[in-house]
């Protein structure tokens, strides 16, 4: 197992640390980066047939000018990294970083462009992509627009949210293989209403050209209704799983979770609420303002999804999770 984090006293220092015996003991930290960062993502390169077989690539936001994309490896299992390498030096103010490997292993990474005032709204989506185990880089800095949700919610005791992309690509052995997903949440820019909608875009082509957006929560336009923070993944099927807070069945100040999933390369949408109970999002005491944590998130396993998100329901934010068996067409109840 192979972890990154954040320094424990400031926002400087990303550091790994890793595992042999299935987490039950775990190295000492290894660094990463010394960059003021945001957060850092990992993938690992799993194909045995790979050039860069056991690869474990990482990202991250920095957070001085110029603000770049910060990138590193390791091919020892996280006991030593590369130098980062900044995949771009324009002055631009960026967010996330989030990154995932392509059928014929390529890196893909994005991230959200944001303007350099308050409120630093998130409006434009930034892609990067590798085809040689991230020596060389293709950079777009404005693959697609978007008008991202960052600040906070006032109804919802005032956390902070964010429409931080998220990345994910697929790789089934089906028509679809290859296709790249990004997800957002973000508002007031078609075809996102006036409160905050999970938004869908994909790439045919390797992330060269980018379709329209597709509103993927089902619920009526502009209804008052906030959904937030999407995870995603693809499943062995093609079929593209995404997971998101949605407040759609409670009040104002709640939220319930959402799994919408697409068999048809997100032309349409079936939705599940996949959590038993509703909750009432709030700050965690201690951190940022308004800090409940910026992601929830989804894996698949053969047959099964494996979502997982926070949830306060005992009185402590705490990790949920419900296993979900899938079939081709679509939820096995």
Known sequence: FILTRKSSSSFQGIY??????????????????????????????VDPNSSYYGRTYSCWARLFPPYS???????????????????????????????ALGPNNEV??????????????????????SSNGGTNWNINENAFAMNGIVGIIPEKQ????????RIAVDLSNTSTRGNIYIVTSQKNLLPAGSEPDIILRKSTDGGLNWSDGIRVNQD????????????????????VNIIFYDDRNTTSDSSGVFLARS??????????????????????????????GDNIDMTSIGNKLFPVWMDNRTGIFQMWSVPIEITSVGIEN
């Open 16 to 45: 790994s640390h890793y595992s042999n015996d299935n987490g039950l003991t775990w190295s000492s930290q290894k660094t990463v980066s010394t960059d003021d960062i945001e957060r850092a993502t990992t993938a690992t390169d």
């Open 69 to 99: 994309i910060g990138f590193s490896y390791t091919n020892d299992g996280a006991q030593n990294w590369t130098a980062p390498l900044a995949l771009s030096n324009v002055n631009l103010r960026r967010a996330g970083g989030e990154i």
């Open 108 to 129: 893909y990474i994005c991230w959200a462009a944001i303007t350099s005032v308050s409120p630093f709204t998130e409006v434009n989506v930034g892609f990067a992509s």
């Open 158 to 165: 005032s956390i902070r949210v964010n429409g931080l992309p």
């Open 220 to 239: 009526a336009l502009s209804n008052g209704k906030y959904q937030f923070f999407p995870g995603i993944t693809v499943d062995q099927f093609g079929g």
């Open 263 to 292: 068999t048809d390369a997100g032309s349409t949408w079936i939705e599940y609420e996949i959590s038993d109970q509703n909750f009432k999002p709030i700050a965690i005491g201690g951190l940022g303002q308004g800090y409940m």
